[in-house]
């Protein structure tokens, strides 16, 4: 590949003069550089580390001569470095690096949704520090790490985030040639402390807190909506929002997520260019292929796992608030069509914000779901920051409606486990059992009306009441 020309400093170009005037080589950072010869009409540019030769020549100009010395300069620096444990790009400033690695997408190149956002506020703090110390990659250390780990954050649970994300960055580094095996290492010796004297405590998750502030000695409170809760809900919504009402209970008897649930829409060919996930009326199901994209709007993006899937609309005389939402989306549908008719609503979305545009989970959330569950009392004390600002957390979110379907699906409307993982898209068992088949505030009462009708049965089987049915496998009369 043929080298670009580069223009040498003014001491380097006095240099390559001289040598050319009087034909004798000279030396600069350890390298020779030699000038033409008759026999020869190049310059050649040759260092040697430890037996093998590094040799490269130029065409008869300063800047030809200057771009073979910065190569053979780099080389012979990317052994040296070798040498001594350190990987050939150790000597780039880190604030580059963070910031390349930012604007490349990740370890993959390529980041999802807010990803780059987030990962820019995430590194903030560390690439302003590394530029402030002008630190080089090699001179990385725990200390800078937990430097920027103290001062980025005032909790706990953003620490662990950050620390999290600190080593994706760092073994990506490490095999990219910026890092030490060892200075990987170094997120494992970090941790964030509070100041002295802060007094901080670390607050539970908002599952944990819902157990304990709307628990009572007797049983937890649980952290899965109940039904009543649920229309509770939709009832504020609907007061704050057109379509609060319908959206709360489309969410908690379809179980998609938010921002799948944003751009449900009456369009199939909405649908079709990856902008909305299309409400199929006339076989009573949704198809569920994408989730709004927050950086890039006009452009379809993959839902969470990258799977499309299909969710069956559940019949009313299945859903236990006895809202019709097949018959909501009926009604509803229509309406979107006339508005995009109408220009209104250019999508045909079945929730769409005032402007007739996908609404944004952060600003519902603030303007429509917080309010409302204060009004309910679902709002929790305060918790703090190392700095004693208080925040707060809700019983209840709108992502609570998924876990409201996944319990409902698994008890009441006995989905096999494959079933569910199917309908709500999920990738694997374990999460489900783990976040979507909690406990309500019902549960406790449910369980004893189990205990009271299994003990009945047996009762009445015992005194030969009732017997069992072998061949159709069913209790039955005597």
Same mark, same amino acid.
């Given at each position: 590949?043929?080298?670009?020309?580069?223009?040498?400093?003014?001491?380097?170009?006095?240099?390559?003069?001289?040598?050319?005037?009087?034909?004798?080589?000279?030396?600069?950072?350890?390298?020779?550089?030699?000038?033409?010869?008759?026999?020869?009409?190049?310059?050649?540019?040759?260092?040697?580390?430890?037996?093998?030769?590094?040799?490269?020549?130029?065409?008869?100009?300063?800047?030809?001569?200057? %771009?073979?010395?910065?190569? @053979?300069? !780099?080389?012979?620096?990317? =052994? +040296? $470095?070798?040498?001594?444990?350190?990987? /050939?790009?150790?000597?780039?400033?880190?604030?580059?690096?963070?910031?390349?690695?930012?604007?490349?997408?990740?370890?993959?190149?390529?980041?999802?949704?807010?990803?780059?956002?987030?990962?820019?506020?995430?590194?903030?703090?560390?690439?302003?520090?590394?530029?402030?110390?002008?630190?080089?990659?090699?001179?990385?250390?725990?200390?800078?790490?937990?430097?920027?780990?103290?001062?980025?954050?005032?909790?706990?649970?953003?620490?662990?985030?950050?620390?999290?994300?600190?080593?994706?960055?760092?073994?990506?580094?490490?095999?990219?040639?910026?890092?030490?095996?060892?200075?990987?290492?170094?997120?494992?010796?970090?941790?964030?402390?509070?100041? %002295?004297?802060?007094?901080? @405590?670390? !607050?539970?998750?908002?599952? =944990? +807190? $819902?157990?304990?502030?709307?628990?009572? /000695?007797?049983?937890?409170?649980?952290?899965?909506?109940?039904?009543?809760?649920?229309?509770?809900?939709?009832?504020?919504?609907?007061?704050?929002?057109?379509?609060?009402?319908?959206?709360?209970?489309?969410?908690?008897?379809?179980?998609?997520?938010?921002?799948?649930?944003?751009?449900?829409?009456?369009?199939?060919?909405?649908?079709?260019?990856?902008?909305?996930?299309?409400?199929?009326?006339?076989?009573?199901?949704?198809?569920?292929?994408?989730?709004?994209?927050?950086?890039?709007?006009?452009?379809?993006?993959?839902?969470?796992?990258?799977?499309?899937?299909?969710?069956?609309?559940?019949?009313?005389?299945?859903?236990?608030?006895?809202?019709?939402?097949?018959?909501?989306? @009926?009604?509803?549908?229509?309406?979107?069509? +006339?508005?995009?008719?109408?220009?209104?609503?250019?999508?045909?979305?079945?929730?769409?914000?005032?402007?007739?545009?996908?609404?944004?989970?952060?600003?519902?959330?603030?303007?429509?779901?917080?309010?409302?569950?204060?009004?309910?009392?679902?709002?929790?004390?305060?918790?703090?920051?190392?700095?004693?600002?208080?925040?707060?957390?809700?019983?209840?979110?709108?992502?609570?409606?998924?876990?409201?379907?996944?319990?409902?699906?698994?008890?009441?409307?006995?989905?096999?486990?494959?079933?569910?993982?199917?309908?709500?898209?999920?990738?694997?068992?374990?999460?489900?059992?783990?976040?979507?088949?909690?406990?309500?505030?019902?549960?406790?009462?449910?369980?004893?009306?189990?205990?009271?009708?299994?003990?009945?049965?047996?009762?009445?089987?015992?005194?030969?009441?009732?017997?069992?049915?072998?061949?159709?496998?069913?209790?039955?009369?005597?």
């Amino acid at each position: 590949m043929k080298r670009a020309p580069i223009e040498p400093s003014e001491k380097l170009a006095k240099a390559i003069a001289r040598a050319k005037k009087s034909g004798k080589l000279f030396k600069a950072d350890g390298i020779s550089i030699e000038p033409p010869t008759a026999r020869r009409t190049t310059w050649r540019i040759r260092a040697s580390f430890q037996g093998s030769q590094i040799d490269r020549s130029a065409t008869d100009s300063p800047s030809a001569v200057n %771009a073979a010395f910065l190569e @053979v300069h !780099a080389i012979l620096k990317s =052994k +040296q $470095s070798g040498s001594i444990g350190m990987p /050939e790009n150790a000597g780039e400033l880190l604030s580059d690096v963070l910031e390349k690695y930012i604007d490349q997408g990740g370890k993959d190149f390529k980041w999802n949704g807010k990803s780059r956002k987030n990962r820019q506020e995430d590194f903030n703090h560390l690439i302003k520090l590394a530029k402030t110390r002008k630190t080089t990659c090699g001179q990385m250390t725990a200390t800078i790490l937990r430097d920027y780990i103290n001062k980025a954050t005032k909790t706990k649970g953003r620490a662990d985030h950050l620390i999290k994300m600190l080593r994706t960055f760092l073994k990506w580094g490490h095999r990219a040639g910026y890092f030490t095996a060892q200075q990987v290492l170094y997120v494992e010796q970090i941790t964030w402390t509070p100041p %002295a004297g802060s007094g901080y @405590v670390a !607050a539970q998750s908002r599952r =944990k +807190q $819902s157990q304990y502030y709307f628990g009572s /000695e007797e049983e937890s409170g649980g952290e899965i909506p109940t039904h009543k809760q649920v229309v509770e809900l939709a009832e504020g919504c609907q007061k704050k929002y057109k379509h609060g009402a319908g959206l709360i209970h489309t969410s908690a008897n379809l179980g998609t997520r938010a921002n799948e649930t944003f751009i449900l829409t009456a369009d199939r060919k909405v649908y079709e260019r990856g902008l909305g996930n299309f409400v199929d009326l006339e076989n009573r199901r949704v198809l569920i292929s994408w989730q709004f994209n927050t950086t890039e709007p006009d452009a379809p993006k993959a839902t969470k796992t990258k799977t499309r899937r299909t969710t069956a609309i559940p019949y009313v005389e299945n859903i236990a608030t006895g809202f019709d939402v097949y018959q909501w989306m @009926v009604i509803r549908s229509a309406e979107a069509l +006339q508005e995009q008719a109408e220009g209104k609503n250019p999508l045909a979305l079945l929730f769409p914000n005032r402007f007739g545009e996908v609404q944004k989970l952060h600003s519902f959330t603030d303007v429509v779901i917080h309010p409302v569950s204060e009004q309910l009392g679902w709002k929790m004390p305060a918790y703090f920051d190392a700095d004693g600002k208080p925040l707060h957390m809700y019983r209840f979110s709108l992502h609570s409606m998924r876990d409201r379907f996944g319990t409902t699906a698994a008890d009441e409307w006995k989905y096999s486990e494959r079933h569910l993982l199917a309908e709500g898209g999920w990738s694997d068992p374990q999460t489900v059992r783990k976040f979507y088949l909690g406990t309500s505030d019902d549960t406790h009462e449910e369980v004893q009306a189990l205990q009271k009708e299994l003990a009945l049965i047996k009762r009445l089987k015992s005194e030969g009441v009732i017997g069992v049915d072998t061949k159709e496998n069913k209790l039955m009369t005597v």
